[in-house]
């Protein structure tokens, strides 16, 4: 579907939607106050050492936050269609992120940088909503950290984000998931199977 204008201004207002009841006056004030900004797939919106100044909503496409290690990358959280994305401790403290967000497809984000967050929550409250969206996303594996066997991780992953074991490679998924590529892929195996 080729994105235009009216479509972008949908998807975001129903974005924030998701978050807050949010007047249409509200949503009109955030969706002015975003910039569109296309990333090709593997390009980068954060890197780590960069301080995250953004708020990012989803359009089109596929973002992954992850964290790099010495010796592998571990993969945070997701972010899909309509989704809200940033590095939220490194956004909160305005200290450089640990983190990297990328695109896993060619992606179209609205981007809503810090001050003009602040401008928004100047004019009213209600838009502090939009911080307490990112609680969340820099916790690794939010659905799956209190679940001990890898079965029944990769179980929970199906049936909350079922579409994700067909959008995302299995190194990604495993990676979230806490578990080896080759046990992700044992369990891709027995679900299908079974």
């Not at 974005?15 to 910039?35: D, Q, V, Y």
């Not at 596929?62 to 899909?80: A, G, I, M, P, Q």
Request: glycine fraction near 4%; charge should be neutral.
């Amino acid at each position: 579907m080729i994105q235009t204008e009216s479509n972008t201004r949908t998807v975001i207002a129903e974005a924030l939607r998701r978050i807050h009841p949010f007047s249409a006056g509200h949503s009109e004030l955030i969706i002015n106050s975003t910039k569109i900004r296309a990333l090709k797939k593997n390009e980068t919106l954060l890197v780590s050492g960069q301080v995250c100044v953004f708020i990012a909503i989803v359009v089109t496409g596929s973002l992954r936050l992850y964290h790099l290690t010495d010796e592998k990358d571990l993969t945070l959280n997701f972010f899909t269609e309509m989704d809200f994305a940033a590095d939220n401790e490194s956004f909160i403290g305005q200290k450089p992120s640990t983190n990297v967000i990328e695109a896993l497809e060619d992606s179209l984000v609205a981007i809503l940088n810090i001050h003009q967050l602040h401008n928004l929550i100047q004019r009213d409250p209600s838009f502090f909503a939009l911080g307490r969206a990112m609680e969340n996303w820099t916790k690794s594996t939010a659905f799956t950290s209190h679940i001990n066997t890898p079965q029944l991780r990769y179980e929970k992953l199906i049936e909350l984000k079922p579409d994700w074991v067909l959008r995302f490679s299995q190194i990604h998924l495993a990676s979230y998931l806490g578990m080896a590529p080759e046990t992700f892929s044992r369990m891709k195996r027995k679900s299908l199977f079974s």
